[in-house]
């Protein structure tokens, strides 16, 4: 923090960058304080609640978290049991957790680190409950740290990854905190316990919103990071004879390295201006919320839901890919790329669990191709949805960008209108609309990938075709977009071959182009991920190091390795030597036997 001052980082954005500096991988024990406690009191909380805690917050006198989750719910936030009850003879709120399943569990940086918790908990006034309110509850005794009376907190045990942060359990034994730590920027309780109401129930939400665009980011700097690991040791690693005889080859000159890695490369940089793009349409949407207008709401919910769910999981499956292109190394922690899946693959689950992300634009999709079946206008982004479904590909030889961009909104239309089909027959066989809708989601989870897909490669195609950008970058950029896009086609064909929309010919055309981008690429590959400029000690690989001296790093690093501390370990003193003993001694046994 004082070092943030020192160098004079006054805004959020360089702060951010400054701690992932610092703490590269692991996510800091602060970085749901700064990422989601503080912002979080500055966009739910009352104007005085802000001018009082958000200093406190920023200048870390108060450190906090977010805790939501429970031992029994995280998905389905209606189903929180933790209590907040108004007593107005005494102007609190009693917090209870009244059963075990009620217990706050995962919340990050709970079990040790934090003071102050925001707590998701149901509020209860004049004996009526009025659904989930964010409450700011102090946790720790902020003299000596001790655990507040009342509360029980502490760290659940070892994860997948995320070790920077201390996850904890938390239980409230009616706990009491002042009326005036309800967050009451939309919804009040007034001294009297009455309760006002917000102009929408999801404004408390709105944090997860906020974390979910992040985390489109967050998706984009893991992937590239392990992309920039991968392409940099695919070229200095050689193995193998591509020419019988001759020298031992880079590995990034197969076509199968290629065509692992570089359709990565380039949805790093898909993902890296989807990120910009998803967070550009948040702040616009978020400060008309800020204002009092929330018509584009549904909109942002959505878009923030399919895009995290659909980025976290391609990026993931992307950054196992970088780490078998790297042959044994890769599975080394040397590589640096175990930690990086380690650490954001819980984001498939975390800030919303994929599914259930992707079944919310779902079911905001289904409600818009409703609109759009009746004349009704749409936002920009769902226009597709009344693309007409008739017309075939016009795709060239040369795979103009229009002809891709029209591609993946005719899949996209096509999927949503097949899903909506099957819950309007699952209702006409007389299915309840839960059950019609139950049944038809899985064709809507792969409709609303189609959405998500189409949206990251139309937002590509539209920042080259609207940025001024040198030629030479952007002829490279624009090989990049378009085997994105190609890629994304060869890779899901039934998906957009299932109407006839491509005729063989274009098929062929798409398989000969991805194969000739490969070799386009190649010489252009190292720069692109220089471009990133990812310094060493941020990427902490052997494989991927600026210099290359990757043998030389890895035979460091191996005798680095704490086991190398003594030559012979205690191990042989305490079990092997008096196992080899009894052997001997139970050999010249039966040998006298
Ligand atoms: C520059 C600074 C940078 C700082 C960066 C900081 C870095 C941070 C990086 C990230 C670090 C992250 C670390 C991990 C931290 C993890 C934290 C957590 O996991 S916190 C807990 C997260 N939990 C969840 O996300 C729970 C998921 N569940 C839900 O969101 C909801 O239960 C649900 C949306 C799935 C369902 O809600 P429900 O109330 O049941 O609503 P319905 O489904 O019935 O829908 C009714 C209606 O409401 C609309 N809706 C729902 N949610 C929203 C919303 N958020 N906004 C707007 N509208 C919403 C929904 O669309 C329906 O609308 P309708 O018109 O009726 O169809
Ligand atoms: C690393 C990590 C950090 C976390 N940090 C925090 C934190 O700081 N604060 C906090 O409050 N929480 C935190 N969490 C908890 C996290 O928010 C929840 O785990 C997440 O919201 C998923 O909820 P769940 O665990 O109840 O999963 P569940 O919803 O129980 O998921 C189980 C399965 O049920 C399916 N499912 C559930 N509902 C539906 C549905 N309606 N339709 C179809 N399928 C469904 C899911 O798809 C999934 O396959 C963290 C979790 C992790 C892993």
Not at 38 to 48: A, D, I, S
Not at 263 to 282: D, H, N
Not at 548 to 574: C, F, M, R
Request: aromatic share 10%.
């Amino acid at each position: 923090m004082d070092r943030m001052e020192e160098l004079g980082f006054r805004s959020e954005t360089d702060r951010q960058i400054f701690r992932e500096a610092a703490a590269p991988v692991e996510l800091s024990p602060f970085g749901l304080h700064s990422g989601m406690f503080v912002p979080t009191l500055e966009r739910q909380g009352t104007p005085e609640q802000s001018r009082k805690w958000v200093p406190l917050g920023k200048s870390f006198k108060m450190i906090g978290t977010y805790a939501q989750t429970e031992l029994g719910h995280g998905t389905f936030i209606r189903g929180l049991e933790t209590t907040a009850t108004f007593d107005p003879e005494t102007q609190e709120f009693i917090l209870d957790s009244p059963t075990l399943s009620s217990i706050k569990y995962w919340p990050g940086n709970v079990a040790k680190t934090v003071n102050h918790c925001l707590v998701m908990a149901q509020l209860y006034t004049q004996g009526k409950c009025h659904g989930t309110h964010l409450f700011l509850v102090q946790v720790r005794n902020m003299e000596d740290h001790t655990i507040m009376p009342g509360l029980e907190i502490g760290d659940i045990g070892p994860k997948l990854g995320f070790d920077g942060v201390d996850n904890g359990f938390m239980r409230f034994n009616k706990y009491r905190i002042p009326r005036m730590n309800m967050l009451m920027r939309y919804a009040k309780v007034l001294e009297n316990g009455d309760y006002i109401k917000p102009k929408n129930a999801k404004l408390t939400y709105g944090a997860m919103v906020m974390i979910r665009v992040f985390i489109v980011m967050d998706a984009f700097k893991t992937l590239s990071r392990a992309a920039v690991i991968a392409v940099r040791y695919s070229a200095v690693r050689r193995q193998s004879e591509l020419r019988p005889g001759g020298e031992e080859a880079q590995v990034m000159d197969y076509q199968t390295q290629q065509y692992k890695l570089f359709p990565l490369l380039a949805t790093s940089y898909a993902f890296l201006l989807a990120a910009e793009g998803m967070s550009q349409i948040y702040a616009k949407i978020s400060s008309d919320i800020e204002r009092g207008n929330l018509e584009d709401m549904p909109q942002l919910h959505a878009l923030a839901c399919g895009l995290k769910a659909f980025c976290t999981w391609v990026a993931c499956e992307g950054i196992e890919v970088c780490r078998m292109s790297c042959g044994g190394h890769g599975y080394s922690h040397a590589s640096g790329i175990p930690k990086i899946y380690a650490n954001i693959v819980g984001a498939c689950t975390y800030e919303g669990e994929n599914t259930v992300m992707m079944l919310q634009t779902a079911r905001y999709l289904s409600k818009c191709y409703i609109r759009g079946q009746r004349g009704e206008s749409l936002p920009e982004l769902i226009q597709y949805l009344t693309t007409d479904l008739n017309v075939k590909s016009t795709l060239g030889e040369d795979c103009s960008f229009e002809s891709l961009v029209a591609a993946y909104s005719h899949r996209a239309a096509r999927m949503v209108a097949v899903a909506c089909k099957l819950q309007q027959t699952n209702k006409k066989k007389g299915m309840a609309g839960h059950d019609a809708w139950n049944k038809s989601t899985v064709p809507f989870i792969a409709a609303t990938k189609a959405h998500c897909h189409l949206f990251i490669v139309r937002n590509f195609v539209t920042i080259l075709s609207q940025k001024k950008i040198d030629p030479a970058t952007h002829n490279v950029l624009s090989q990049l977009c378009t085997l994105y896009a190609v890629y994304g086609i060869v890779e899901n064909m039934g998906e957009f071959m299932q109407d006839g929309y491509f005729n063989q010919d274009q098929v062929s055309i798409l398989n000969r182009k991805v194969l000739a981008l490969l070799e386009d690429i190649r010489p252009n590959a190292v720069a692109l991920v220089d471009a990133f400029d990812y310094p060493d000690h941020l990427l902490q690989s052997c494989l991927g190091r600026y210099d290359g001296q990757v043998y030389e790093a890895l035979y460091e690093y191996s005798k680095s390795s704490p086991l190398n501390n003594t030559d012979i370990h205690s191990s042989y003193y305490n079990y092997i030597r008096p196992m080899m003993q009894k052997r001997s001694e139970s050999k010249n046994i039966s040998a006298k036997l």
